[in-house]
């Protein structure tokens, strides 16, 4: 099954590039439900109706009985899956006008709207990001159950360089990633390509883009809605990595020890120092990354991301809502955008890296996540374009922890130290603590790659907040043996 412009898309001649209307493209393959992202000459970013054609969809789609699964990709023959969200369109609110601020903020709501409820589909979702995958196409693919990277992908997420944030619940997915990757991520602006996506737990799948034709063929026959059964076929496609690949790939080893040891800090100036500290040719890099992007975002960015890693699912989402209004009414989002996206230059940050000090915790706290004094606009109508006060979701359903991720992905730190802790079963009473190597990987082994039906509800104040690492019953998984050995060997102190 190839993904073309075939007569079954309703589209014989093909789209017209210029119809917003077919930015994106619906089709249906027997059991499965495709939605193609058909603007190329803008690398598929998404625009405000292209959101509103999404979002009906999906909805439409996870209450449909015929519809067994869903998946979201880029149209074949596109380098670009998904490269972020239209901001450009935000510009407007530069006026500080009550009503640009307003219509900014809309798009902000729809595209959370959105992207919230793409971690929440009772349906299986599958993000297919075969090519580059930045901001929001990161935010429509990375809360999926399932997330397939190929040769083809490329992640960033390049928000702090725009002065803005990693938004679209970057609050949620990145302090939930090993130790400081997340942080690191964050901050840095820094580029995965190919198989780094799944090794960084970005990506539950890595498979070769050749394969991608016979696995639409195949979950297209699978007649269940089943997530376990959608699993099974995509580890049945994808492609095993040996160990030495999990050890040595570009933020593995030495490169993850010092992201750890370098990134642990909660001021930017204490990173700052101890990179200058670690004295080595990754350290240079990475303040040359730091000092490239907007000062503002990065203090802004890690308050964002420590308060992230307590939060439930949306929550994150509502304040990041807030903090888009903050930079709003800022001067480094509307020159980052202007000068990276539009004219195409070097940014000049206000204030600049050299003054990171100048910005207080307390102007961040105050500008970024206080509760906001919204502009006064005219009198909303019942169909008015302007966004809520307080961000709203198509459904209440949340969670502190992803439930397939268990299933679909691999094992990280956390878990390893849980289930070293002999903590790894909720309610299990006393628990026993895991001295071997050995014993450690047996039970990832036997225990994990089951879904975790307990961790997502509506009362967030009844949810848990660990992952329960016992339904797998030793459905194992392409990579855990490796994950789990590479963890262990960088853990310390060392297990026998």
Known sequence: MALHRAPNSGYANGPDPNCDSLHVIARREANLRLLLLNRPQALNALSTNMIHLITPQLEVWNESDAAKSILVTSIEGSRSFCAGGDVKA??????QKPMDFAL???????????NHLTGTLKKPYISLMNGIAMGGGIGISVHAPFRIATENTLFSMPETGIGLFPDVGGSFFLPRLDGELGTFLGLTSHRLQGAEVFLAGIATHYIPSKRIPS???????????????INMALEKFSEPLKQEVFNSWSLGGEVAAAIDKTF??????????????ENSEWSAKTLEELKSVSPTSLKVTLEQLRRGKNLDFASCFRMEYRMVQGCLQGKDFFEGVSARLVEKRVANWSPKFDQLS????????????????PMTVKKRAVNSTLPKENLEFTSDLTFFEYPHRTMSGLPTDRDVEAVISGKYRRGSGQSI?????????NTFLSRWGGYDPGLIGTDVSKLPRTSNIDYGHGKGKKGLREKVTT?????????Q
């Open 264 to 277: 642990k800090f909660n001021t930017v100036e204490e990173i700052v120092g101890a990179l200058e500290n």
């Open 90 to 95: 935000m510009l407007g609110a530069r006026s």
């Open 104 to 114: 900014a903020m809309k798009f902000i709501e729809s595209e959370y709207r959105l």
């Open 215 to 229: 696995l639409l063929e195949v979950l297209a026959d699978i007649e269940s809605d089943d997530l376990t059964d």
């Open 487 to 495: 963890l262990l060997d960088r853990r310390q102190p060392q297990l």
């Open 358 to 373: 100048s910005i207080s915790h307390d102007e961040i706290i105050e500008k970024y996540f206080t509760p906001f004094q």
């Open 433 to 441: 603590t895991l001295t071997k190597k050995q014993d450690v990987v």
